[in-house]
């Protein structure tokens, strides 16, 4: 009885306040940055300036205007959806595939697919800097979503064939019995049924593309940067510039931290679905 | 079909995004410093008058380098003009990575500081025209020297450095005798440490690239900077480089700073006063020399537009459109690079370093002598020495904080280095 009553204390209380100190942890560089983005590059540096300071929209401007802020912004969200939408639309399928016509290689298949995953992105550096050029894609759009959307495409094809392989095989079988060819079955009857799951899949791959930095910041110099190319170019040979890089990093972070807050259900919901049954 | 039309419209969107580069049009990486980003306003006159569009690409000094050389090796046209510094102008010039730089007539060479012209060319041709250039100096509070009856001369002796330092220390009021770099980077602490070592005669490496960091010069000179620093310098330098410590001086908390002679402009305390760089004893590498430089990468496919832009960039009529430009004035004109720019009566009248920057970059001695076997001030223009000048700055910031002795730290610095430089084939 005495454990029982210890556990329930711990539910009521010990719980919230373990589950707000490990977030207010995440949290806290986050706020860190936002705070120090409105406080001068001198500021930033002053133990007395730590909390109170005169707050100034200095480095804001400065970023729309030296550094053309929406240029990179712009490019950033081309890539990131356009690489998005590319994953899922061959991520879908390719798991729809292995989740309800599995063989007996799927799973070396998909072994393979993540193996992918652990090869240093450095050793490929110069072979993909070789073929970019030589095909004449460096520094386009084009390059950056099919990276993107490559470097991804393991995550996605796992997260979503994880989560087809809760939904029974019945329902498939039914419509196949009512006649609906392979596309419909994906479109009419998986993806309703697993919308949780592709939309939370969608949003992790949106923020991965969203933050890859190494092949951006290589594969690219002024039509296709994005904002980790603007974030790079801040530091300077003087050292770093606190006040400035927060603002940078807050402006190239913000977009994805308030989508991140808007869709934490449905990414929480995704992220547990099948975990619990 | 969702996913179809998305893929289709993503296709879109990005067939429309990408542009192609227009012949008339220049690619420029620069590094993230001031007159570099003044310099993409002051432009905008010359794209207008030329009809040249400049495309700036900011970098971080190590992708910068990174991209370069790898544009470089897959054959080039990344980028038009690059800015490069000291340290690889010259190595970069012999690796064939840079073009050789063959200006107009109009174009006065000869007005660019011989310090700087020599610590950018190989074998007599300039590989990159400097915009900017820089030595270090004493940048001291004459009231406070003067309120302790202390004086600090030109090229004075360390030691009469460190008894004014402990004259005018007094951290109950805030004000710390020494303020020096000690945040551990080649660029950093080593930037400064090297100029001690320098100066008590001691160099990086041998005529056959064996590191000397267990010689007694070393030994000498880091005892010094660590016992000037740890007790007359404000606490946790070793976290300190040149942004922290401009904070510290502008709050008056620092007595006297050794640095790049670029932060006297930035210095807005009253009663500061400049002297030459202190030395104990060896009579050359006492104050630093550095400059950023702009080159044409090889394999430019508008190497000659670009050579166009960098005489224009680096002329004597550059320093004046700063000057007479709305948004800067005479304070913010790139210095260090040309000695026009110092005869300057609006100049004099914005900069009162002038004189003593001069002073100091005009007897910066970066070539080889029989103390030091190598070019270069503060570092050795070699490959490899951003990576021993690393792995070093880590043993001196921990021989700094206390947690390590000098000697421990010394003693693995040498280790360090010397794996590097024999792993690259210096010797066997």
Same mark, same amino acid.
């Given at each position: 009885?005495?454990?029982?009553?210890?556990?329930?204390?711990?539910?009521?209380?010990?719980?919230?306040?373990?589950?707000?100190?490990?977030?207010?942890?995440?949290?806290?560089?986050?706020?860190?940055?936002?705070?120090?983005?409105?406080?001068?590059?001198?500021?930033?540096?002053?133990?007395?300036?730590?909390?109170?300071?005169?707050?100034?929209?200095?480095?804001?401007?400065?970023?729309?205007?030296?550094?053309?802020?929406?240029?990179?912004?712009?490019?950033?969200?081309?890539?990131?959806?356009?690489?998005?939408?590319?994953?899922?639309?061959?991520?879908?399928?390719?798991?729809?595939?292995?989740?309800?016509?599995?063989?007996?290689?799927?799973?070396?298949?998909?072994?393979?697919?993540?193996?992918?995953?652990?090869?240093?992105?450095?050793?490929?550096?110069?072979?993909?800097?070789?073929?970019?050029?030589?095909?004449?894609?460096?520094?386009?759009?084009?390059?950056?979503?099919?990276?993107?959307?490559?470097?991804?495409?393991?995550?996605?094809?796992?997260?979503?064939?994880?989560?087809?392989?809760?939904?029974?095989?019945?329902?498939?079988?039914?419509?196949?019995?009512?006649?609906?060819?392979?596309?419909?079955?994906?479109?009419?009857?998986?993806?309703?049924?697993?919308?949780?799951?592709?939309?939370?899949?969608?949003?992790?791959?949106?923020?991965?593309?969203?933050?890859?930095?190494?092949?951006?910041?290589?594969?690219?110099?002024?039509?296709?940067?994005?904002?980790?190319?603007?974030?790079?170019?801040?530091?300077?040979?003087?050292?770093?510039?606190?006040?400035?890089?927060?603002?940078?990093?807050?402006?190239?972070?913000?977009?994805?931290?308030?989508?991140?807050?808007?869709?934490?259900?449905?990414?929480?919901?995704?992220?547990?679905?099948?975990?619990?049954? | 079909?969702?996913?179809?039309?998305?893929?289709?419209?993503?296709?879109?969107?990005?067939?429309?995004?990408?542009?192609?580069?227009?012949?008339?049009?220049?690619?420029?990486?620069?590094?993230?410093?001031?007159?570099?980003?003044?310099?993409?306003?002051?432009?905008?006159?010359?794209?207008?008058?030329?009809?040249?569009?400049?495309?700036?690409?900011?970098?971080?000094?190590?992708?910068?380098?990174?991209?370069?050389?790898?544009?470089?090796?897959?054959?080039?046209?990344?980028?038009?003009?690059?800015?490069?510094?000291?340290?690889?102008?010259?190595?970069?010039?012999?690796?064939?990575?840079?073009?050789?730089?063959?200006?107009?007539?109009?174009?006065?060479?000869?007005?660019?500081?011989?310090?700087?012209?020599?610590?950018?060319?190989?074998?007599?041709?300039?590989?990159?025209?400097?915009?900017?250039?820089?030595?270090?100096?004493?940048?001291?509070?004459?009231?406070?020297?003067?309120?302790?009856?202390?004086?600090?001369?030109?090229?004075?002796?360390?030691?009469?450095?460190?008894?004014?330092?402990?004259?005018?220390?007094?951290?109950?009021?805030?004000?710390?005798?020494?303020?020096?770099?000690?945040?551990?980077?080649?660029?950093?602490?080593?930037?400064?440490?090297?100029?001690?070592?320098?100066?008590?005669?001691?160099?990086?490496?041998?005529?056959?690239?064996?590191?000397?960091?267990?010689?007694?010069?070393?030994?000498?000179?880091?005892?010094?900077?660590?016992?000037?620093?740890?007790?007359?310098?404000?606490?946790?330098?070793?976290?300190?480089?040149?942004?922290?410590?401009?904070?510290?001086?502008?709050?008056?908390?620092?007595?006297?700073?050794?640095?790049?002679?670029?932060?006297?402009?930035?210095?807005?305390?009253?009663?500061?006063?400049?002297?030459?760089?202190?030395?104990?004893?060896?009579?050359?590498?006492?104050?630093?020399?550095?400059?950023?430089?702009?080159?044409?990468?090889?394999?430019?496919?508008?190497?000659?537009?670009?050579?166009?832009?960098?005489?224009?960039?680096?002329?004597?009529?550059?320093?004046?459109?700063?000057?007479?430009?709305?948004?800067?004035?005479?304070?913010?004109?790139?210095?260090?690079?040309?000695?026009?720019?110092?005869?300057? =009566? +609006? @100049?004099?009248?914005?900069? *009162?370093?002038? /004189?003593? %920057?001069? &002073? $100091?970059?005009? !007897?910066? #001695?970066?070539?080889?002598?029989?103390?030091?076997?190598?070019?270069?001030?503060?570092?050795?223009?070699? =490959? +490899? @020495?951003?990576?021993?000048? *690393?792995?070093? /700055?880590? %043993?001196? &910031? $921990?021989?700094? !904080?206390? #947690?390590?002795?000098?000697?421990?730290?010394?003693?693995?610095?040498?280790?360090?280095?010397?794996?590097?430089?024999?792993?690259?084939?210096?010797?066997?």
């Amino acid at each position: 009885m005495a454990i029982v009553a210890q556990s329930s204390k711990f539910s009521i209380y010990g719980r919230p306040v373990l589950a707000w100190g490990v977030g207010l942890m995440f949290f806290f560089p986050i706020f860190w940055m936002v705070l120090t983005s409105f406080k001068t590059d001198a500021d930033a540096v002053k133990p007395e300036n730590l909390i109170f300071f005169t707050p100034t929209l200095e480095n804001y401007l400065n970023m729309t205007e030296n550094y053309d802020y929406w240029r990179f912004a712009r490019n950033s969200v081309i890539s990131a959806v356009s690489a998005t939408i590319f994953t899922l639309f061959v991520s879908v399928p390719a798991a729809y595939a292995m989740a309800f016509n599995p063989t007996r290689a799927t799973k070396d298949v998909l072994m393979w697919m993540l193996s992918t995953k652990m090869l240093p992105a450095a050793a490929v550096l110069y072979p993909m800097i070789f073929l970019a050029k030589g095909i004449g894609l460096y520094d386009t759009h084009i390059l950056v979503i099919t990276v993107l959307s490559l470097i991804n495409l393991p995550i996605a094809v796992w997260m979503l064939f994880t989560y087809f392989k809760e939904i029974p095989k019945d329902i498939i079988e039914a419509g196949k019995m009512d006649g609906v060819n392979t596309w419909g079955e994906i479109k009419e009857i998986l993806v309703p049924l697993a919308w949780g799951g592709i939309a939370s899949t969608a949003l992790l791959v949106f923020i991965f593309c969203w933050n890859e930095a190494y092949w951006t910041v290589r594969l690219t110099t002024i039509d296709a940067a994005t904002l980790s190319k603007l974030i790079e170019g801040n530091r300077a040979p003087e050292g770093l510039f606190f006040g400035r890089l927060s603002a940078v990093s807050t402006a190239a972070v913000g977009p994805i931290v308030v989508l991140g807050w808007f869709c934490q259900k449905q990414l929480v919901q995704g992220l547990t679905f099948g975990a619990v049954k | 079909m969702p996913f179809s039309k998305g893929l289709c419209a993503a296709s879109a969107i990005a067939l429309m995004a990408g542009s192609a580069a227009t012949a008339e049009s220049l690619t420029i990486a620069i590094v993230n410093n001031g007159h570099m980003i003044n310099m993409q306003t002051v432009a905008e006159a010359y794209s207008a008058e030329t009809g040249v569009e400049l495309n700036w690409v900011s970098l971080e000094e190590s992708v910068l380098r990174e991209q370069v050389t790898s544009d470089t090796a897959t054959g080039g046209g990344q980028y038009d003009i690059i800015n490069i510094g000291m340290q690889e102008a010259p190595i970069w010039g012999a690796a064939g990575w840079i073009e050789p730089l063959n200006f107009s007539s109009e174009y006065d060479v000869d007005d660019i500081l011989p310090a700087m012209r020599n610590g950018l060319s190989h074998e007599g041709t300039l590989y990159a025209a400097p915009f900017y250039g820089e030595s270090s100096m004493v940048m001291y509070r004459k009231d406070l020297t003067d309120a302790a009856g202390v004086a600090i001369a030109d090229n004075d002796s360390w030691d009469n450095v460190k008894a004014a330092a402990a004259a005018i220390h007094n951290p109950d009021a805030g004000v710390y005798g020494a303020c020096l770099r000690g945040k551990p980077g080649w660029g950093d602490n080593m930037a400064f440490i090297t100029t001690v070592v320098n100066s008590f005669g001691g160099a990086w490496f041998d005529a056959d690239g064996r590191p000397q960091l267990d010689s007694a010069e070393w030994n000498a000179a880091i005892n010094f900077y660590v016992d000037l620093l740890g007790n007359y310098g404000p606490p946790g330098s070793e976290g300190n480089s040149f942004n922290e410590i401009l904070a510290l001086y502008n709050e008056g908390k620092c007595g006297m700073w050794i640095d790049a002679t670029i932060a006297a402009s930035f210095l807005e305390v009253d009663g500061v006063a400049y002297a030459q760089s202190p030395n104990a004893g060896n009579p050359v590498g006492a104050n630093w020399l550095w400059a950023w430089a702009m080159a044409i990468p090889a394999g430019s496919p508008n190497a000659e537009a670009a050579a166009d832009f960098i005489e224009w960039a680096t002329s004597k009529e550059y320093v004046k459109a700063v000057g007479n430009h709305a948004e800067f004035g005479w304070g913010s004109v790139p210095t260090g690079q040309r000695a026009s720019t110092y005869a300057i =009566p +609006e @100049f004099q009248a914005a900069a *009162s370093f002038a /004189a003593a %920057e001069l &002073a $100091a970059i005009e !007897s910066a #001695a970066p070539g080889v002598t029989d103390l030091k076997p190598y070019v270069g001030v503060q570092f050795a223009s070699i =490959p +490899e @020495f951003p990576e021993v000048g *690393s792995a070093v /700055a880590q %043993e001196m &910031a $921990a021989a700094l !904080s206390g #947690a390590k002795s000098v000697e421990d730290a010394l003693a693995a610095s040498q280790d360090a280095a010397d794996a590097i430089m024999r792993e690259a084939g210096y010797y066997d």
